[in-house]
């Protein structure tokens, strides 16, 4: 089952602009991670926020959790042409030990 | 260097035919997982283990097996492929719950005609 939904479907932009992409999700959580998928290739891990973190910094990234509202964001700054790629949400529920992955976010930088 | 090796990197079988992608991590991580990825659809878990010699059902665990002798492989069987099983699937480990990321392998794309 789905647990993060992600918004936008598809976000294009050009280099030097910042991309921000959304994340809901349903049941209280553990922490929430962020993925990024290059075209059919494997997932990289990007940054993990706890529950009782609300935002969280590594490099341009910046990711901020309201679990009030079970939502996130991931915000990438200053984006690059090599920042094309698909970004997930993952979520780690509450007493579960599986990661569940929403549907992701196409991000296009254009140089 | 740290990784997830998945075996083969494609594969096209024909209906039927057993057929097992291996799943190799030299982490040490007790946490390993199966998932497919197919359009439309995201990423869903097929299998996941804690530790060795213990496994469970994720979101679309039918039609696969699974198995965790020891705990750097985690090998993925389908009994009788069919052709709803062609996907993309990955494989994932990490150190375990309570705030690890995964690390995924590279994908095995798989074609069941």
């Known amino acids: 089952s789905q647990q993060g939904e992600e918004d936008p479907q598809a976000l294009s932009i050009q280099e030097g602009e910042n991309a921000t992409m959304n994340c809901s999700y349903k049941?209280?959580?553990?922490?929430l991670q962020w993925y990024r998928q290059n075209s059919g290739r494997g997932l990289v891990h990007l940054i993990l926020?706890?529950?009782?973190?609300r935002e969280k910094h590594s490099g341009r990234l910046r990711v901020t959790l309201d679990t009030s509202k079970k939502s996130s964001s991931l915000l990438i700054t200053a984006s690059r042409a090599a920042d094309t790629a698909s970004y997930f949400c993952?979520?780690?529920?509450?007493?579960?030990?599986?990661?569940?992955f929403g549907k992701g976010t196409m991000l296009l930088v254009s140089p | 260097e740290a990784q997830v090796t998945q075996n083969p990197r494609y594969l096209i079988t024909v209906t039927g035919k057993k057929l097992t992608v291996t799943c190799s991590q030299n982490?040490?991580?007790?946490?390993m997982s199966w998932y497919r990825q197919d359009p439309g659809l995201g990423l869903r878990q097929i299998y996941y283990?804690?530790?060795?010699?213990?496994?469970d059902k994720g979101d679309v665990p039918e039609g696969y097996k699974v198995s965790r002798k020891e705990k750097r492989n985690f090998p993925l069987i389908l009994e009788s492929p069919s052709p709803n099983q062609t996907s993309l699937y990955f494989c994932?480990?990490?150190?375990?719950?309570?705030?690890?990321?995964?690390?995924f392998g590279s994908g095995t794309r798989l074609t069941v005609v």
């Open positions: 994932a480990s990490s150190l375990g719950t309570g705030g690890s990321g995964y690390t």
């Open positions: 283990s804690m530790n060795v010699e213990v496994t």
């Open positions: 926020i706890r529950s009782n973190e």
């Open positions: 049941t209280s959580i553990n922490n």
């Open positions: 993952a979520t780690e529920k509450i007493g579960y030990s599986t990661l569940t």
């Open positions: 982490m040490n991580h007790e946490y």
